[in-house]
T-cell receptor
Framework: DGGITQSPKYLFRKEGQNVTLSCEQN?????MYWYRQDPGQGLRLIYY???????QKGDIAEGYSVSREKKESFPLTVTSAQKNPTAFYLC??????????FGSGTRLTVV | SQELEQSPQSLIVQEGKNLTINCTSS?????LYWYKQKYGEGLIFLMM?????EEKSHEKITAKLDEKKQQSSLHITASQPSHAGIYLC???????????FGSGTQLTVLP
């Protein structure tokens, strides 16, 4: 079955540590996105990528980095520069003919 | 002010009652998406609207987009506990196919 896989489901980060969230899709979608969701709020765009080897900053990119070396993969690194990283992170992909498909999310907690 | 306003923020209804969630944009929409989310999980696609005046239905859920393409409503008829969750509208303004999300509506259906 085609879809998006995010891992891990839960992630704990120590102060000053970088962590990487995985996002893999087998839908053959060109575009991929990372969103952050805080309690009681909607989704805010962190980074997006329209094609391989190219990505753009979203509304809240500070403290995050991404790469897009393969069409199927769009990992997100939460760096130590992100002062408030505790949140629910959602990855999505899309093509021109259909809307977004979302992964099941990764909950990141700072300990 | 926000680009996309969703209301109400929360809604508690008795099982069997009808309800409506609204999503209002400050500018013309290229497309409007409705999603449902269970707490801590990914987004489930419900419907996509693109044409002014368009209306789509799936089971007991109907979504409409007004003629000016700036406002959408999601209507649930004869609500059931299975309808409970967070409903999110996502606006496509035609910019690299990013979606701008509303803040969500937390729906509780009392048995």
């Amino acid at each position: 079955d085609g879809g998006i896989t995010q891992s891990p489901k839960y992630l704990f980060r120590k102060e000053g540590q970088n962590v990487t969230l995985s996002c893999e899709q087998n839908l053959n979608h060109d575009a991929m996105y990372w969103y952050r969701q805080d309690p009681g709020q909607g989704l805010r765009l962190i980074y997006y990528s329209q094609i391989v080897n190219d990505f753009q900053k979203g509304d809240i990119a500070e403290g995050y980095s991404v790469s897009r070396e393969k069409k199927e993969s769009f990992p997100l690194t939460v760096t130590s520069a992100q002062k408030n990283p505790t949140a629910f992170y959602l990855c999505a992909s899309s093509n021109q003919n259909y809307g977004y498909t979302f992964g099941s999310g990764t909950r990141l907690t700072v300990v | 002010s926000q680009e996309l306003e969703q209301s109400p923020q929360s809604l508690i209804v008795q099982e069997g009652k009808n309800l409506t969630i609204n999503c209002t944009s400050s500018k013309t929409l290229y497309g409007l998406y409705w999603y449902k989310q269970k707490y801590g999980e990914g987004l489930i696609f419900l419907m996509m609207l693109q044409k002014g005046g368009e209306e789509k239905s799936h089971e007991k859920i109907t979504a409409k987009l007004d003629e000016k393409k700036q406002q959408s409503s999601l209507h649930i008829t004869a609500s059931q506990p299975s309808h409970a969750g967070i409903y999110l509208c996502g606006a496509d303004y035609g910019s690299a196919r990013q979606l701008t999300f509303g803040s969500g509506t937390q729906l509780t259906v009392l048995p």
